[in-house]
């Protein structure tokens, strides 16, 4: 579940501050996203939460997420930055890593971006604080199937346990 | 519940040091028979929720361990610092070891490079204790106790191992109340026993043992109480345990009979850290055997997509047996055998199931899977190795400056031999499903720590004797897995259970006949 509205996120408020910002010089004629991704034109904080949400919809890109989960993938990888100093330099450097303009990239060209990554201790921060969102979140649980914590509706004993009429063949 | 508390200074108590399936079921036990028992546990009492992460992350035994060798760097171990132990974790598969298992070295002969030597007890020595293990844990299937019920995820391992001709198929047997018992529900088929089973339907230390010995009125639980170091007389004998209270407090209480049961890791680790010098190598390592021989079991995960819908999660998490393999044939490449045991994962858990480091389009493709996945565990025995063992890390140090455990674990070539083929085999399972995609990996995260305090005939081969009494010190005790000889296809809990119960008898005489 989202860590907190995401309308009240101090995230989406530099994220919009980077898209006004943006959207000031796409009026001069230039794309906001390739201002978005040389990150000149954007506040540094702005940019680097514009970097950490695409890393995280890299990782996991399910269709039936929308932008609020990548925003609280991005301050779950926030908070722990924030409570463990240890995490900031491998954040930041993990960053630094990425190439100039890897928002912009498309799907592929971000996931070859983040493959010399894995393993690495921004890596495991950025998947392990997207995972811990995404996985909770009800949209994923709802696309997945998947009721979440049983004992609320008492568990499954009262309900049929065994739907297998999809499957073919003997069973004996 | 009891108040009853005993003085630090009484030395007529038994101290247990964990309270979990060997140390919860010992307090039980002995003071149903009429000892004083104090027992410290390091955990607080575990808070259940239907939430593996949060729950494990909460309740898992966190301190940094040293490490060499094939285990998953970022967390090689799991176990649990909590009331009740790792009870809070298990599954509930309550099998019996076999015969051969109790005679590893003369069944399996000498293979190179294991430290093989057969148990100093036989199947039969342990068949009553293990009859009154099942009576007590409720065990399914047996007793007259129905069998959990099937789900889609144990049927469709039934099915499809019945497909590839294996005959030994079942439910299992588990520790999980399918009816009411000793005062406990039957089960709700919630999912989630691995995260602690929130009413109390499996059986665990917490829910059943440590309740039994505080309504004895002769057994003090003492939490947040990590012990540091077992002490001794000039004879030798043990006189107490030192240890850090909630606040980090040293205290010390004086014992008669010292019984350690902190874990196939945490358990070596306190003899050596209670070196002295009379035992400069460590307490009851004399012979260098302190932590040797460490075994794991082999772990092996499979998991399939199927062309239906599975909702694995459903049901209890580890019912469905394939037994067949359980036996003995080297016909197959390898000594020892192996079971396949249906396992249900919860979402949170799912994408580091499939690839810790998982990420991208393929990726998602598999999580969005989830609905039609089928999942099963391998569980196989592994072979002791004497340079597989528990140390005393160089550098690494715990929130009390204690040294933590180094834990050095390499499988050995039969181990390998064993998984592969569990592995294989298992995918084809699968296969006769109409599955669409297998994985078949073995796990690096180990849950069972066994051998490293070992029983064993000879003082010169092990720690302790048929009793799990140590060879140099008459009053102390190893109580837990880590007195096994070898481990087997069978889970260890029940094995623990009833070593537990057979020592409490033991200890019991020894004191009531002044022997001890």
Known sequence: MPASDPNFSPYRRRLLAGAVTAGLLASHGLPARVFAATGAPLAADALRAAQLHAVCRTLFPHAFLGDATWLACVEKIEARVKADPAAAAPVAEGLAALPAGFANLDQAGREAALAPLVGSPFFKIARQSAASVVYYAPETWQALHYPGPSAPFGGYVDRPLVELDWLEGPRA | ?516
């Open chain 2, 1 to 516: 519940m009891s108040t009853k508390t005993f003085a630090r200074d009484d030395d007529s108590v038994v101290v247990v040091i964990g309270s979990g399936a060997g140390g919860g079921t010992l307090s039980a036990e002995l003071t149903r028979l009429g000892a004083s028992v104090v027992c410290l546990e390091a955990g607080q009492p575990a808070i259940y929720e239907q939430n593996l992460p949060a729950f494990y992350a909460r309740t898992r035994w966190s301190d940094p361990r040293g490490f060499d060798g094939d285990l998953y760097p970022d967390l090689p171990v799991l176990i649990a610092k909590a009331v009740g132990g790792t009870t809070n974790f298990w599954g509930g598969v309550s099998l019996r070891r076999q015969a051969h298992e109790m005679r590893s070295r003369t069944t399996y002969g000498a293979l190179p490079g294991t430290s093989l030597v057969d148990w100093p007890i036989t199947l039969e020595d342990l068949e009553p204790w293990y009859a009154q293990a099942e009576q007590r844990l409720g065990v399914s299937g047996l007793n007259g106790k129905p069998d959990i019920p099937d789900h889609n995820n144990s049927e469709l391992l039934k099915i499809g191992a019945r497909r590839r001709g294996y005959k030994k198929v079942s439910n299992g047997h588990l520790a999980i109340n399918t009816v009411p018992h000793d005062g406990r529900p039957a089960c709700r088929q919630m999912g989630f026993c691995t995260s602690g089973c929130v009413i109390g339907a499996k059986w665990s230390s917490t829910h059943a043992e440590i309740p039994r010995a505080l309504a004895t009125g002769r057994f003090e639980l003492r939490q947040q109480c990590h012990a540091t170091k077992i002490e001794h007389d000039a004879a030798g004998r043990v006189t107490g345990v030192v240890y850090l209270d909630a606040e980090g407090r040293e205290q010390r209480q004086r014992a008669r009979v010292v019984c350690v049961a902190a874990n196939g890791i945490e358990t070596p680790r306190l003899l050596l850290l209670s070196a002295s010098g009379r035992f400069p190598q460590g307490l009851a390592n004399g012979a260098d055997q302190v932590g040797r021989h460490y075994m794991t079991d082999l772990v092996g995960r499979l998991i399939a997509v199927l062309p239906g819908e599975v909702h694995n999660y459903r049901g209890s998490t580890n019912s469905g047996l394939v037994a067949d393999d359980m036996a003995h044939d080297p016909a197959r490449g390898f000594s020892g055998g192996f079971l396949y045991v249906a396992r249900g994962i919860q979402v949170p858990s799912w994408p580091n199931e499939i690839d810790p480091a998982g990420f991208g389009t393929e990726f998602a493709k598999l999580m969005e899977a989830y609905p039609n996945a089928v999942s099963a565990a391998v569980l196989g025995e592994d072979m002791p190795v004497a340079d597989n063992r528990i140390t005393l890390d160089g550098a690494l140090r715990d929130a009390h400056g204690l040294p933590v455990a180094h834990v050095t674990k390499r499988y050995h070539a039969n181990d390998l031999a064993l998984m592969d083929y569990a592995l294989k085999n298992g995918v084809e399972i699968f296969k006769s499903l109409g599955a669409t995609f297998t994985l078949a990996k073995q796990s690096r995260t180990v849950i069972h720590n066994l051998g490293t305090c070992r029983m064993s005939a000879d003082p010169a081969d092990g720690v302790c004797d048929r009793f799990g009494r140590t060879h140099e010190v008459p009053n102390l005790f190893i109580s837990d897995g880590s007195q096994f000889t070898s481990s087997a296809a069978a889970p260890p809990t029940l094995t623990i259970v009833t070593l537990a119960l057979r020592q409490a008898a033991h200890i019991a005489e020894q004191l009531r006949t002044n022997a001890i």
